[in-house]
């Protein structure tokens, strides 16, 4: 099932951005990532609570909130068919857990299916290097639309 590997450029024409998370808790936060998968008919309205399962889980296994107001919840399920990505952004930050202690205001979310082991890694890596640079992390907390996130992150 692995499919081929895009660029980034390419994944971020299909992410789903979400320029102000409402949600002020973890759980939340994935709750509302779920939610938008719905509206956005990435996932049926039937696997909403299936992937929030799926997506809580892996975070109490090991949080996913790393440094520089970063969190990456992921999840594999069956009930996807391809990557899907998001990028969200929490204005006022949200308790992840992060590793440096910081709120966490950049949200990298991925679902994959469970047989892919690649397309979620590379595009986890490509951004995660890219919101490495201060100055983009600050561009992407300004940006209101998908066209201003994908410069942001991509230049």
Do not use: W
């Not at 390419?10 to 998370?21: M, S």
């Amino acid at each position: 099932m692995n499919e081929e590997v895009k660029d980034l450029p390419e994944i971020l024409e299909n992410t789903i951005f979400i320029p102000a998370l409402k949600a002020t808790t973890k759980d939340g936060v994935l709750a509302e990532l779920a939610d938008v998968l719905v509206e956005q008919g990435a996932i049926s309205k039937e696997s909403r609570n299936a992937i929030f399962a799926a997506l809580k889980e892996r975070e109490e296994k090991m949080s996913t909130g790393m440094q520089y107001g970063i969190a990456i919840p992921h999840a594999k399920s069956d009930l996807v068919s391809c990557l899907i990505t998001m990028i969200a952004i929490s204005p006022n930050g949200i308790d992840f857990d992060s590793l440096d202690g910081d709120l966490s205001t950049i949200f990298v979310a991925t679902l994959s299916p469970t047989a892919d082991t690649n397309s979620h890694i590379k595009f986890l890596a490509e951004v995660s290097r890219n919101l490495s640079s201060k100055k983009i992390r600050e561009k992407l907390l300004e940006a209101k639309n998908l066209q201003e996130m994908k410069e942001a992150i991509c230049g």
